[in-house]
């Protein structure tokens, strides 16, 4: 930077800071208010206008968005990856199976179309799938439920042999788990701080059948409340309907708060990889602590900001997308 402002800037693009001292490490190269110094300075107020007015006619969208983010972030890093379709016979990572439900691709399409028809060939689709998500979850709320930094470039491969080992599983274990995440950066407090999106969204039976026929003998997994576990059979019986879905968090499927983290205690987490989040003592204490909303939202804000910068691509690396489903 040859100037004293972009010192400034690259300099607070390198961390962010969250009341009580704590800090968020990000890369270098993205920051808040990025395209405030770009020809596009009402990129965020766009998409907040798209997403806000979606949200207002589809209630469960705060789930799929945050969700088609976390899947991005954990594959490749947050480049849009998970937004490119198949060409030809390179199957592209939304092909991979823990994929085929996800959501809200047309919700970045139009947001996509709304923003470049002000300002061509300025905004990612990564940074637009990264603010969307933020804006879809936070609009019951009135307000930012954390900090978005932009300057993400959009990445230029999707293979959906790159999925396997890089995104956990409902099915993992909690060793499993842990090892997936700090292979991102990401420590025992952002594994369970971001398991607490479970609080909203819905799962197919497929995900946790398993644990309502344990050994094969019709027997539920002894980590799952009984009760609990004989209404997600009256809700999936065998054979299960494709289409039949479950709420993740059987108290508050739409609402974001912490009634997940009680679930999870009361053994009616959902999937295996809930319920192992108090196999492990540390991580059992996270748990306890996140019922207090204080310290969940405190920690998930945090979590995010890590999420949202794992192996971004920025400055001239890859490209600016003309239409998220492709390369240019």
Known sequence: MKT??????????LTVVYGAGKKAPV???????F?????C????KLVKQVTEDRVRKDSTLGAKLIRLHYHDCFVKGCDASILLDTVGTNQSEK??????????????????????????????????LALAARDAVSFPFKKPM????????????????DVTGNLPSPFSNFSTLQNLFSNKNLDIND????????????????????????????????????????????????????????AMDPNSALTFDTHYFSAVNKKQGLFQSDAALITDPTSAGIVT????????????????????AIEVLVGDAGEIRKNCRVIN
């Open 27 to 33: 890369k270098p190269g993205l920051r808040l208010d």
């Open 191 to 246: 594994l369970v701080a971001l398991s607490g999106a479970h609080t909203i969204g819905v799962a197919h039976c497929g995900a946790f059948a398993r644990r309502l026929n344990f050994t094969g003998r019709n027997d539920t997994d002894p980590s799952l409340d009984p009760s609990y576990g004989e209404f997600l059979k009256r809700q999936c019986p065998t054979p299960a309907n494709p289409a039949t879905t479950v």
């Open 289 to 308: 602590r996140f019922q207090s909303p204080a310290a969940f939202f405190r920690q998930f804000k945090l979590s995010m900001v890590k999420m949202g």
């Open 95 to 128: 092909d991979a199976r823990p994929n085929l439900s996800l959501g809200g691709f047309d919700v970045i399409d139009e947001i996509k179309k709304r923003v470049d028809d002000a300002c061509p060939g300025i905004v990612s689709c990564a940074d637009i």
């Open 41 to 44: 300075p009402q990129a965020e």
């Open 146 to 161: 954390w900090d978005v930094l932009t300057g993400r470039k959009d990445g230029r491969v999707s293979l959906l042999s």
């Open 4 to 13: 004293l402002l972009g010192f400034v800037l690259v300099f607070l693009s």
């Open 35 to 39: 395209y405030k110094s770009t020809r």
